[in-house]
């Protein structure tokens, strides 16, 4: 059912956990349908410094949620912001479809993660 | 490997392996043929049909071979139902059935009949009055399983019985799962149908049977050279029979030892598991199959944990909506109460005859690290929260 990198970034999730430091946090998912997803972001000038999790959620969650603090890290907050969920499934070389719009939830967390950084930023 | 999902399926026990063998070999005959290996094979079914009627204190007459599970419980429904549309079309059952029963249930509402969905208790137990007020001058069926697949809840089938024989009504069991782990007899729980499957009770799979009180009238699924009494007509499948009929016997001699062996291990089991913090017991504390134990772990999701479980070795299954493929958390345990959050975090484990203390100590020990490695990456440590 799941590739291997899904079971790997699933067995050995990168980056897992709440940041000691950040700047702004993208809150997805519902726990009525199981997954949801914290991502936490630190930013240094224009850049993804750190990026952190935490989710409750089944497989797709958690290595989406891995994967995507290895697309995001050192990039700009436009092309952080520019990862898709296409992008997040073909890192990790396919989800099952029926994964592909419940549990692929990072690239959205990370989007308002960044739109809340800005939020703040302006204010 | 260590297997904890015995209500999913079981291995073919050696011995009925090694007696079903000769079937797909030299015995390979045709139960309809009039020559000696047809009649070898004729005779070998019929003697299965023994085996299984003493199990359940049946007449062999009353027993008729299907597919399993799922064909046995189609077959008893849609049956009675064809057969007694003129009657009635109200039909009875519960809202924590097999989907095998419910979309049968929702099948015939397509086509005229009507359907009342019992509601359990927060054990899973339907309540007799309940049941009484619901039957009908027009109720033809009352169908409600005896112990459930998931939180093994065993309803009081005496009690029903007594209850529907007051009625029109004709009643079903689906006894999948209680039959060789609890005393079953069609006599004192006064059935008209009850429904068994091979495959579960560590015989081979695609198998199983619906046993037909005498007297009972039903429409055949299949049609057709009028095998089974005419009522379910195909070529035997004659090694699955009788690996079916073997696995009964030894089934049913075994369970005055063995069940109780396994009730005490998921005993211990249960016990320990609910040291965890935020960890709840799902189903009924006591009238529950000796072999099952199903929790709820909060603030995690149970496709997560059954295959870290898996990494560690340990077989287990979850009603959680990622395990299924309709994305809907169990329907059984949203009956009994729990949240949709709740639904999601639960796990399954069922024993059989080859777990040992060993397992049980191996599973104690790795199933609160696994609970709390999850937790760690939730981010939910207290309750849910509000959500923005
Ligand atoms: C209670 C119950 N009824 C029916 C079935 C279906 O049986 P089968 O797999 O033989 O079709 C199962 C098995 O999943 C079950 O647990």
Redesign the pocket.
């Known amino acids: 059912m799941y590739t291997q990198k899904v079971i790997d970034h699933f067995m050995n999730p990168r980056n897992k956990g709440k940041p000691r430091e950040y700047d702004a946090v993208g809150k997805v998912g519902n726990p009525i349908c199981g997954d949801v997803m914290y991502i936490y972001i630190k930013v240094n000038g224009n850049r993804i410094e750190n990026i952190g999790w935490e989710t409750m959620g089944c497989a797709a969650a958690i290595s989406t949620s891995s994967m995507i603090t290895e697309l995001a890290r050192g990039k700009t907050l436009e092309e952080a912001e520019k990862i898709t969920k296409k992008d997040i499934a073909d890192a990790l070389d396919g989800l099952p479809p029926i994964k592909m719009h419940c549990s692929n939830l990072a690239a959205d967390g990370l989007k308002k993660a960044i739109e809340n950084y800005r939020k703040k930023v302006e204010k | 490997m260590i297997y904890m999902d015995h ?2 399926t079981t291995p073919v026990d050696k011995r009925v392996l090694d007696f079903m063998l000769p079937y797909f070999g030299e015995k390979y005959g045709n139960a309809s043929s009039l020559h000696s290996l047809g009649q070898e094979a004729k005779k070998a079914i019929e003697e299965a049909r023994v085996k299984v009627a003493k199990v359940i204190h049946a007449d062999p007459s009353e027993i008729y071979f299907t597919s ?4 046995s ?1 189609n077959f008893a429904i849609k049956g009675v139902s064809f057969a007694d549309k003129d009657k009635g079309k109200h039909i009875i059952t519960t809202k924590i059935e ?1 989907d ?1 029963v419910l979309n049968t249930c929702k099948w015939l509402e397509k086509r005229g009949f009507e359907v009342t969905y019992l509601d359990v208790d927060k054990h899973g137990l339907i309540d007799i009055g309940d049941l009484e007020s619901s039957l009908r001058e027009d109720t033809i069926l009352v169908s409600i ?1 005896h112990a ?2 998931e939180i093994g809840t065993v309803q009081d089938m005496e009690e029903i019985g007594k209850t529907v024989k007051e009625s029109n009504a004709y009643l079903h069991t ?1 006894a ?2 209680s039959v060789t782990k609890l005393p079953v007899d069609v006599k004192k729980m006064r059935l008209d149908m009850l ?1 068994i ?1 091979s ?2 009770i560590f015989g081979p799979k695609g198998v ?1 049977c619906l046993h037909i009180r005498k007297g009972v009238k039903l429409d055949p699924l299949a049609h057709g050279g009028g095998h089974e009494g005419g009522l379910r007509s195909g070529t035997e499948n004659v090694s699955g029979i009788v690996g079916f009929g073997e696995a009964m016997k030894i089934g049913e001699e075994e369970r005055p030892k063995a069940m109780p062996r396994l009730q005490k291990l998921r005993d211990k089991i249960m016990d320990n598991v609910l040291k965890i913090d935020n960890t709840w017991l799902n189903g009924h504390p006591q009238k529950r199959l000796p072999i099952n134990a199903n929790f709820s772990f909060k603030f995690i999701e149970g496709e997560s944990l059954v295959l870290l479980l898996d990494a560690k070795g340990i077989e287990a299954s979850t009603g959680s909506a990622c395990s299924s493929k309709s994305l809907k958390p169990s329907h059984v345990l949203l009956a009994i109460g729990l949240k949709p959050e709740e639904a999601h975090g639960s796990l399954r484990l069922t024993l059989g005859k080859d777990n040992t203390e060993k397992d049980a100590d191996y599973l104690l020990e790795v199933l609160p690290e696994v609970v709390s490695e999850l937790r760690k990456m939730s981010p939910f440590k207290k309750d849910y929260g509000e959500f923005e």
Do not use: I, M, P
């Open positions: 209500s999913a399993g599970g799922t064909e419980n097999h095998c399983t459930n697949n689906d999948v799962q429904s499957s495959h579960k199983g």
